[in-house]
């Protein structure tokens, strides 16, 4: 659990020594970012003596990031602090912030406010129909707070409004840059895509890159040294200077989770709403009381948050926050499978008072719900504030995921809930029950009119009424499938006033599609016993970080545990780590090291390969300069075909499936994965690991074991199968056991028993 999960203890100590970090010239060079596993007060205490430049903005027990120089982590290692190097040095981090832009792309970069602004109007030049330029105010030095209003043409009376904001806190530099990219998604995307055209002509959108532009501004400033910077820009009139924005909004202001002393980071002004910033959120969300979705975009910790944060108390509308905050985290971690964790500010972080969400859901409660969040973008705190630019755009499109949804959230007539359960895969010849519930959302629902399409193996799309079954839920059966393409189906419910709203929540764009057939396993090698893998190839001549099936020791670029669920441990690892070790203990090194799967044989070219892979080049001098390419053969090595090559550092185990036939090759009995690791950049840090392949079909054709013909596969269909098993590995399938050569290879074998046995109590 990498996310701060912070008790409440009696001594919290907020980081308002970041100032600290900009004090000299040069001050990164050399300086280390630690994780340390803090357990009692006076652990903190003596962490405190040692260093008090805190990453982590608000601390007690708990794990807490902080700053080091070399020195000062030598104390550490002598004061028995469990502790580990997170960020080995945070120079070449804030040198990556800033590549030169040349034949980059716009998103691919950190922007200054100018740029962003430019950006921003040009949008409007470019897309006058349904784009506009919002003012939302002026901050403490005079700059705009210059926005977006996204909405499709006619008047936007009855639109439900969303509201989105970044840049609240200066540092965090890539929440103005996810808001641009979302912003750019949308006004490109209307009239091309279904979903954006639906959901820009249903909701009045306001985007905000930038609300604290004087903070914003100030961390482009003398280079690097601002960078780390936090609030806004208030003189405190006593050699301070900031107000945070985030703990200046009027709900529950001055209580604890903020703080008086104006050198804090967590200073919350003389009195609510003291900040022009702040006041122009004020009167913009009470102007608009369209307004039913609001989010502030954060960094970093992966988390999407609601209120409470002054309490740990749960609102009365928790259940629609988890609601909405639930589907945000599944659409989020769908595009590049990273996990945000999703609740309530006070339980899943740490207590705030005068945070933006408590007052915009707290405030606004008379009249209208606004589904207020707070979202912390990448990452988990392995570069934190600086996010490699590379990160951005992943990190904007998985956001702009989570912001669709929640826009789908308060844009529907209806809710449409699924209540039956989507199995992976159906029987041939079976039906299938789809139960759903529907509730009254911005419409009423007398007329009942729910409807179920589905498209039966690739044929026509059929529409059956769904009938009710008292208390908004609503039933119909889908008739056997027969073996073969998936079954796919959506619920459409029509509310009194025509609108449609339908599960899955885009449909019918997206469908839910079911594998019609008997799913087999035919391999699964999750690695925690020996099997015929391979280590090394012609060619390699990597110095360290060989591949080793391990159970992993982890380090900041490592994995410290394998991916199989359960009881496992032992993966595949370049380079054992070493306990308490720092980024670049053993990673791959000096060339490339090859690890082949063993031979494995597929049923069909529709079977599904998949295996969990890590890769980690984001860190140290030459960060992602790497690569570790996948390839398949279907004869046994003889010839490769590219499955993938990854760069992408997603710091988790990512699973990737894919089928022979996607990739154009026949299925065989002869087929091998080849992963190659390598290290070419210039003292650049490659990890990569590999964990459970795992092979699955579904068998669809006769043979179906049922060799007596008695209707079902049984031990009376035993002594036939037997009897068709070859001896040794080379022999042909014996005439008239075709029946039993499930997995179509050169003989019936032991893989075909396993196959034959699976199938027991079936037609
Ligand atoms: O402490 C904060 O303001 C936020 N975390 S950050 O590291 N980005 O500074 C958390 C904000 C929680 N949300 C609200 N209280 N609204
Ligand atoms: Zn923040």
């Known amino acids: 659990m990498l996310s701060r999960r912070l008790v409440p203890i009696s001594i919290i100590i907020l980081c308002g020594t970041c100032a600290a970090l900009h004090a000299a010239v040069g001050a990164f060079s050399g300086q280390s970012v630690v994780r340390v596993d803090v357990k009692t007060a006076a652990q903190l205490k003596e962490l405190y003596s040692i260093s008090d430049a805190l990453w982590s903005c608000t601390s007690g027990v708990g794990q807490i990031d902080v700053q080091v120089t070399p020195k000062q982590l030598a104390a550490l290692q002598e004061s028995g602090l469990s502790f580990k190097v997170w960020i080995e040095d945070v120079q070449p ?250 609740g309530p500010v006070y339980t899943t972080i740490y207590q705030t008072s005068g945070g933006s969400g408590d007052w915009v859901y707290g405030a606004n409660a008379a009249g209208r719900l606004i589904l207020a969040m707070a979202v ?114 959506y619920v459409t419910a029509i509310g009194d006033g025509g609108g449609t709203a339908g599960y899955p929540a885009y449909s019918p764009v997206e469908s839910v599609s079911i594998d019609v057939g008997r799913e087999v396993v035919e391999m699964a090698d999750d690695l925690e016993a020996a099997t015929a893998w391979t280590v090394g190839a012609a060619g390699d001549n990597a110095t360290f970080g060989v591949w080793t099936r391990v159970d992993p020791v982890g380090t900041p670029a490592q994995p410290e545990d394998d991916h199989t669920q359960g009881a496992g441990s032992m993966c595949f690892v370049t380079g054992q780590g070493q306990p308490g070790g720092g980024i670049g203990v053993n990673d791959v090194d000096g060339g490339k090291t090859t690890l082949l799967s063993p031979i494995f044989s597929v049923l069909g070219a529709d079977s599904q390969i998949s295996y969990a892979r890590w890769y980690s080049n984001d860190q140290g001098p030459a960060p992602n300069s790497d690569q570790m390419t996948v390839d398949i053969s279907n004869n046994g090595g003889q010839s490769w075909t590219p499955v993938e090559i990854v760069t992408e550092n997603a710091g988790v185990w990512v699973v990737h499936a894919f089928t022979p036939g996607e990739l154009g090759l026949a299925a065989t009995s002869q087929m091998q994965l080849r992963f190659v690791a390598s290290d070419y950049g210039q003292g650049s840090i490659v990890e990569a690991g590999i964990d459970d392949l795992l092979v699955s079909g579904v068998l669809c054709q006769p043979p179906n074991g049922d060799a007596n013909g008695d209707g079902v596969v049984d031990t009376s269909d035993h002594a036939a199968f037997a009897a068709c098993m070859n001896g040794p590995t080379g022999e042909t399938v014996p005439p008239g056991c075709g029946a039993f050569n499930f997995d179509n290879d050169a003989n019936v074998d032991m893989d075909d028993f396993l196959l034959f046995t699976s199938m027991f109590g079936q037609p």
């Open 93 to 342: 981090l804030i040198d990556a912030q800033f590549p030169v832009t040349a034949g980059g792309t716009y998103h691919g970069t950190y922007h200054t406010l100018a740029e962003i602004n430019a950006r921003i109007q040009q949008y409007v030049t470019d897309h006058p129909g349904i784009a506009s330029m919002v003012n939302f105010g002026t901050s403490l030095e005079g700059r705009s707070l210059l926005g977006l209003r996204i909405t499709g043409p006619g008047s936007a009376a009855g639109r439900p409004g969303f509201f989105i904001h970044g840049g609240q806190h200066a540092r965090e530099w890539v929440s103005p840059a996810t808001m641009v990219y979302i912003a750019e998604w949308l006004v490109t995307n209307y009239g091309s895509d279904p979903v954006a055209t639906r959901l820009i002509d249903n909701v009045e959108w306001f985007i905000l890159p930038v609300l604290n532009p004087d903070g914003y501004e100030f961390t482009w400033l003398d280079l690097p040294n601002n960078r780390m910077w936090r609030k806004n820009r208030r003189d405190n009139g006593d050699g301070t200077f900031g107000v945070d924005l985030n703990r200046n909004w009027g709900w529950q202001w001055g209580g604890a989770g903020s703080s008086g002393n104006t050198a804090s980071e967590t200073y919350r002004g003389p009195s609510a709403f003291s900040e022009p910033e702040t006041q122009a959120m004020r009167d913009f969300i009470l102007a608009h009381p369209n307004i039913t979705a609001y989010i502030d975009f954060h960094s970093y910790s992966e988390l999407i948050l609601w209120p409470w944060g002054y309490t740990p108390a749960l609102s009365p509308d928790n259940d629609e926050f988890a609601y909405a905050g639930t589907q945000m985290a599944d659409r989020l971690a769908a595009e590049h499978n990273h996990i945000y964790t999703a």
């Open 376 to 489: 912390e973008l990448r990452d988990k705190g392995e570069t934190g504030f600086l996010l490699p630019p590379e990160q951005i755009v992943p990190t904007a499109e998985e956001n702009l995921a989570a912001v669709l949804i929640l826009a789908n959230v308060i844009a529907e007539p209806l809710r449409v809930e699924l209540l039956s359960a989507v199995p992976p895969t159906l029987g041939a010849g079976e039906t299938l029950t789809v139960a759903v519930k529907v509730t009254e959302r911005r419409e009423t629902f007398a007329s009942n009119d729910v409807s179920l399409f589905y498209r039966l193996s690739g044929g026509a799309l059929t529409e059956a009424s769904m009938s009710g079954v008292g208390g908004g839920e609503f039933e119909a059966v889908i008739p056997p499938s027969a073996c073969g393409p998936d079954l796919e189906f």
